[in-house]
């Protein structure tokens, strides 16, 4: 399928390698069990070589979902290689990702190498690696900081060395979405059919899901993300943002995953019970306010009609239900129907008095808890009288 796009889940990866994300091989068992429900087509688990635990991780994540691909990460060198080898020794699907830095900056202060013997290393990287397994992945890690006519050289050498998907990723989150794309659709063209073109973003403008979407509709196909966006500073493409923006907007992105899209919502709950911290509120698809409304006029429009200012059906999503917070912007239309909820039927003038009290209480307060209106539904209809209380 030409517009299908492959989502590559680096949760376990990158994801877990930034600070409070760090898994057990056990968590990391747990999160992977959700990442096959969710529907992801390759799962990476582990950078083998950077401690026993990771490298464990790889071989229990493919001994335990052997239909699923497993990736494993390594450095350009025989080391890396070799253990990656070695972790995915028992899986069915397995792919070594090999990556080395491509960008000058990295070139003069981290490698201390010329262009010639990166492109050297990264084509040995890739032979080696690919007598190992059939599927190979290499990243030109700060791609996005690289020389385009290198950053080509580089591609054409690795996919002719056998590596089968090339990741471009714009690793410190510097790009944006224009450039990103433009620099996609440019390697995307010279490499043809010949190797899938993947990208891998990084959020440190915030950008990094515009940017994926750019590199798709440039000709990427394969996404590299992570759930809740986590990964390194400002974490990675959130997996949950690029797949509704696809999945809603797909009059602008005609594009196809493979994700159940009902699994997000628990994915995330689940991620945040194994990590350190959760979404913050306000974070797109899975954060607590991301179905909540509170403003009274939202509210009033809402109940009216839930595409006023909805644009997701949250249960499309796996959230239960949309939630009106009731607080100091709230409506009388939203307090009528969370009295009723509450089994209070007002009348206009019980209503009126209810409503009063409240916004009173509500400028004080961050939002009231459905005991304390209940308290002052049970007031007015005790003074007011009248009111069927069931
Ligand atoms: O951000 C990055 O460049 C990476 C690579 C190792 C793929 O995580
Ligand atoms: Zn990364």
């Not at 590199?215 to 993300?225: L, P, T």
Request: net charge negative; aromatic share 6%.
């Amino acid at each position: 399928m030409a517009d299908r796009v492959y989502i590559f889940d680096t949760t376990l990866r990158d994801g877990e390698q930034s600070p409070g994300c760090s898994m057990t091989v056990p968590e990391k068992l747990k999160m992977a069990a959700k990442l096959v429900e969710l529907g992801v087509d390759i799962m990476e688990a582990g950078f083998p070589i950077a401690s026993e635990g990771d490298a464990a991780a790889v071989d229990a994540v493919a001994r335990e979902f052997p239909w699923m691909s497993v990736a494993a990460l390594a450095r350009s060198n025989k080391l890396d290689v070799e253990k990656a080898a070695e972790s995915l020794r028992n899986a069915k699907r397995p792919r070594i990702h090999t990556f080395l830095a491509t960008s000058d900056i990295h070139l003069k202060y981290k490698l201390k190498k010329s262009r010639q013997q990166v492109l050297d290393d990264a084509v040995a990287a890739v032979r080696l690696a690919r007598s190992y397994v059939e599927d190979v992945e290499f990243s030109a890690e700060d791609a996005s900081r690289t020389d385009w006519d290198y950053l080509e050289q580089v591609c054409r050498a690795v996919v002719e060395a056998g590596a089968r998907t090339v990741n471009l990723p714009d690793t410190v989150g510097y790009s944006v979405p224009e450039e990103y794309g433009q620099m996609i659709g440019r390697m995307v063209k010279a490499l043809g059919p010949s190797a899938v073109v993947s990208v891998h973003c990084h959020d440190d403008l915030g950008l990094a899901v515009a940017n994926s979407l750019a590199a798709v509709q440039a000709g990427a196909r394969q996404v590299e993300c992570t759930i809740n966006g986590i990964g390194e500073r400002a974490g990675n493409t959130s997996l949950e943002e690029l797949v509704m923006a696809i999945n809603t907007r797909r009059d602008r992105y005609p594009f196809e995953t493979k994700i159940v899209t009902e699994h997000l919502f628990p994915a995330s709950q689940l991620l945040s019970s194994i990590i350190a911290f959760g979404p913050q509120p306000n974070k797109a698809i899975v954060g607590d306010n991301a179905f909540a409304h509170e403003a009274g006029i939202h509210q009033d429009g809402f109940l009216k009609e839930r595409t006023t200012y909805e644009i997701m059906d949250p249960k499309s999503v796996g959230v239960p239900e949309s939630k009106l917070i009731l607080g100091k912007h709230s409506g009388r239309h939203a307090l009528a129907q969370r009295c009723e909820t509450l089994g209070f039927q007002l009348t206009r003038e019980q209503l009126d008095q209810v409503y009063q009290r409240f916004t009173t209480m509500a400028d004080r307060k961050k939002g009231l808890r459905n005991e304390e209106i209940a308290d002052i539904a049970r007031a007015v209809t005790e003074e007011v009288g009248a009111a069927k209380v069931s």
